[in-house]
């Protein structure tokens, strides 16, 4: 940013330069009128045209860059909200299918067991039935 306010600065003085150097008057015609004025005044006021429309150029540029970042943030915003309520969803989902796997094995335990305390009863049965 200095360097621009730097370069305007060195332009504004060459083009005061010229001007003071080329300050004759001369005939100005536009349209149907016709001014003679200072070649000077035609000068500065065309610099001081143009920094104008460069600023307006400028100020337009930067509200479209404002707007354009506006409309990402909230594209992020809304992004994030929505990867959010998928993590939220992912970590319920593992959970669940924790609960469900943790069911699975307690029932498979259950039958284990039975299993085997069907089987000892058996082998008492037959040692009882062996004894006698």
């Known amino acids: 940013m200095q360097i621009g306010f730097i370069l305007s600065l060195i332009f504004a003085i060459i083009v005061t330069v010229f001007a003071i150097q080329n300050a004759g008057d001369v005939e100005i015609k536009f ?3 016709k001014v003679e004025i200072s ?7 065309s610099a001081a ?8 150029l400028g100020l337009f540029r930067e509200f ?14 809304k992004l994030s909200e929505e990867n959010n309520r998928y993590e939220e969803q992912l970590t ?3 959970l669940e299918k ?9 029932k498979e335990d259950k039958e284990i067991k039975e299993i085997k305390e069907n089987q ?8 009882k039935e062996n004894s006698l």
Not at 98 to 106: C, I, L, P
């Open 64 to 77: 479209k860059s404002k707007m354009k970042i506006k409309d990402l943030n909230k594209t992020i915003s």
């Open 98 to 106: 924790n609960d469900s796997n943790t069911e699975e094995v307690t």
């Open 39 to 45: 070649q000077a005044l035609v000068i500065f006021i």
């Open 92 to 94: 319920k989902n593992s």
């Open 31 to 33: 349209l149907y009128a």
């Open 120 to 127: 000892d009863k058996k082998d008492e049965n037959n040692e």
């Open 49 to 56: 045209l143009g920094a104008i429309i460069v600023t307006i």
